[in-house]
């Protein structure tokens, strides 16, 4: 065992019995460095990366390969989900140096944390272009030896390059309608008619996008942006991007046309989705969207949830394909002889017309990823439902592909928001359960005395890493939700403790900016600092979007000036690049309609009619609008104060930009009311 044992992230678990000396990212590692003399090796990675574990197999297993390793570097290995400072601001070197980056992410660096020499994976043996991880060391480890102050030279000039780098914030103001509008026409020109989506092969799921659109549409009425959000959400829902057995999204399709995916699950991908397709359903009714809501929320019920109530972050793209090996994808693909095995030859047929299954695959060796190709066949419901059962239970049987444990805050805020939404939309209270139980975890293990957040956690165990911006903002986001979801005031109590230290401890005074890391976190490099949204929202957008939204439901003044100064980013990048801010130009949208502000007030918390007005207030279009349930002369929400029923009734009150609508006890009227 090397120094990795008893940490807690199952990434660097997996590398804890390597030959490699590895440390994890902690001081006493460079001043080993600095007392040895030799330069770092820092590798980047994360649990369920193909890649990594590809690398780690032939390299970091490798005896003599770790042999080298230990006598001329110290071995640093750094979980990015876990530390996305870290590799937040070494990817941005690697960016920098060679135009493109990923992971396993590869640098070298100085004693003093300054890198001097980049790379992603690298094979066993040199290939075209690309030499081999030895051939690597054994050049860094000769320039070190031989040409050390050049080496220092290069370290110090790319420090400085990335500290000169700075952010055009906009001058503080909030994007208007002419930046929004220019934003959709951007994403456009980017849109992929045939296919749904934007741009070419790799193509990721555009979920923050997708609420932009349909919040830009809900509020203007354009129905080129709800076509866009509409026609990407059935391409995929169709491919094999989606699990047609078991629900769930994997990370990114390999192709333009959503067939083949990168086969991981991560959380945070299923949780955004999981709330854009129930937004749709609650902007178009569609049938396909409320399937796959329902469906992706309870995949990570069923496989993500611990034992302590939180959301595991991943499962692996890789799995055992019955015969020892760990092949990509092995848990997912089929074979005709596969189906005809599990169903008979009869069943078998229509399952491989149904689901696209071919003689010579859609994926590798033979083998097809399932998927809903569009066709004319008419197929018997119920015949199809016993196809997906018995395929679904003899996939059970096969080797499961590992799962990553660990729980982080802000993945685990994301699916608090969705599954308290998607609960609320289709009266499923055990959806709501879920994200109650993950909050409480959260509240429990991940909070301290003075509300300051820790990263993650593994089996009931707090990790050591200190939670990032997008870990408050996300999490604020979930409390938001849940609050409006249950009536439940302590979860907007909770989302202002965070939102306090957003302001406190991530914000810049001067101009608004906000930073990734907290003014009293570990001092690295450079402060990381990233606008632009890229896997999940950016902690900067999120944290505008919480800001905002509990503005909205206290009336804090201090909380929508912030949202308002953050978004100033947004309306330089906006128009420019929108795929890359989805989520802020959804704020943005919520800004621009108010966003709404509506208070239900009961006359019996859990009367038919009150809950009629309270659900038909959260399925209100209206852009990010807030809602407060409770009833009359409760305290649990600023927005219910001084609400009185009407006629001894329940009441809504809809309010904003300062002005109130007359309450209704009528929910057709408070839909149109939400609506318009």
Not at 522 to 538: C, G, H, K, M, V
Not at 631 to 649: C, K
Request: charged share 25%.
């Amino acid at each position: 065992m090397n120094r990795l044992a008893g940490v807690t992230s199952p990434y660097l678990l997996q590398h804890a019995d390597n030959p490699v000396d590895w440390w994890p990212w902690r001081p006493e590692a460079f001043e080993e460095a600095r007392r040895r003399g030799v330069p770092v090796l820092l590798s980047v990675g994360y649990s369920a990366c193909h890649w990594c574990h590809v690398m780690a197999h032939e390299s970091f297993e490798d005896e003599v390969t770790a042999a080298f390793l230990n006598e001329h570097f110290v071995s640093v290995k750094v979980d990015r989900e876990e530390r996305p400072d870290v590799d937040a601001v070494y990817m941005e070197a690697v960016q920098a140096a060679t135009g493109q980056g990923g992971w396993p992410m590869t640098v070298f660096l100085t004693p003093d944390a300054e890198p001097f020499y980049f790379g992603t994976y690298f094979p066993p043996e040199a290939r075209p272009g690309v030499p081999s991880f030895r051939q690597v060391l054994e050049g860094v480890r000769a320039a070190w030896s031989d040409r050390r102050d050049e080496v220092a030279e290069v370290a110090g000039k790319i420090v400085r390059d990335l500290s000169e780098r700075e952010i055009a914030f906009g001058a503080g103001a909030a994007p208007g309608d002419q930046e929004t509008a220019q934003a959709l026409l951007g994403l456009t020109r980017e849109y992929d008619p045939q296919r749904g989506g934007f741009g070419g092969a790799p193509k990721f799921p555009p979920s923050m996008v997708l609420e932009f659109l349909l919040r830009h549409h809900a509020r203007t009425g354009a129905e080129g942006a709800l076509q866009m959000a509409r026609d990407t959400c059935e391409r995929m829902a169709r491919g094999g991007i989606y699990d047609q057995l078991g629900g769930g999204f994997a990370r990114y399709s390999v192709d333009r046309d959503w067939v083949v995916p990168h086969f991981e699950k991560m959380l945070y991908d299923n949780a955004l989705l999981c709330r854009v397709y129930a937004h749709l359903w609650r902007a178009t009714g569609s049938e396909q969207a409320r399937r796959v809501a329902l469906e992706t929320a309870d995949f990570m019920v069923r496989e993500l949830r611990t034992a302590e109530g939180g959301f595991a972050s991943a499962l692996d793209a890789d799995s055992d394909d019955g015969t020892g090996r760990h092949v990509e994808g092995a848990y997912y693909a089929w074979t005709p002889a596969q189906l005809a095995e599990v169903l008979g030859e009869d069943d078998a047929r229509i399952a491989a017309h149904y689901f696209g299954v071919t003689d010579e695959g859609t994926f590798e060796h033979g083998s097809s990823v399932l998927q809903l190709p569009q066709q004319d066949s008419v197929f018997d419901a119920e015949r199809i439902a016993s196809i997906r059962r018995r395929l679904l239970a003899a996939r059970d049987t096969r080797p499961a592909p590992g799962r990553d444990d660990k729980v982080v805050a802000a993945w685990n805020g994301l699916a608090i928001a969705a599954l308290a939404e998607t609960g609320a939309y289709f009266d499923r209270p055990d959806l709501v359960e879920a994200a109650v139980g993950a909050a409480d975890l959260l509240v429990r293990l991940h909070l301290d005395e003075q509300a300051r957040l820790a990263r993650t956690s593994k089996d009931g165990r707090t990790g050591a890493n200190a939670g990032v911006l997008e870990d408050y903002a996300d999490v604020s986001e979930g409390f938001l939700a849940l609050a409006s979801v249950t009536g439940e005031g302590v979860w907007l109590e909770f989302a202002g403790f965070l939102l306090d230290h957003v302001l406190a401890r991530f914000t810049d005074p001067e101009s608004g900016a906000l930073y990734d890391t907290a003014t009293d976190a570990e001092q690295l490099i450079r402060r990381p600092q990233d606008p632009t949204d890229n896997a999940t929202p950016s902690g900067w957008s999120a944290a505008a979007g919480a800001l905002l939204g509990y503005a909205a439901q206290t009336g804090s003044t201090p909380h929508r000036a912030a949202a308002e100064r953050a978004l100033g980013v947004v309306r330089t990048l906006g128009p420019r690049v929108p795929r890359f801010v989805g989520w802020g130009l959804a704020v943005a949208e919520a800004l621009l309609d108010g966003p709404r502000e509506i208070a239900v007030v009961a006359s019996a918390a859990d009367d038919t009619a009150s809950k009629s007005l309270h659900r038909t207030a959260l399925l209100g279009l209206a852009p990010g609008a807030v809602v407060a349930y409770g009833t009359a002369g409760s305290d649990e929400f600023p927005l219910l104060a001084d609400r009185p029923l009407v006629d001894g009734g329940p009441a809504a009150y809809v309010c904003r930009h300062f002005t109130c609508e007359a309450p209704t006890t009528d929910p057709a009227e408070l839909r149109a009311a939400l609506d318009g």
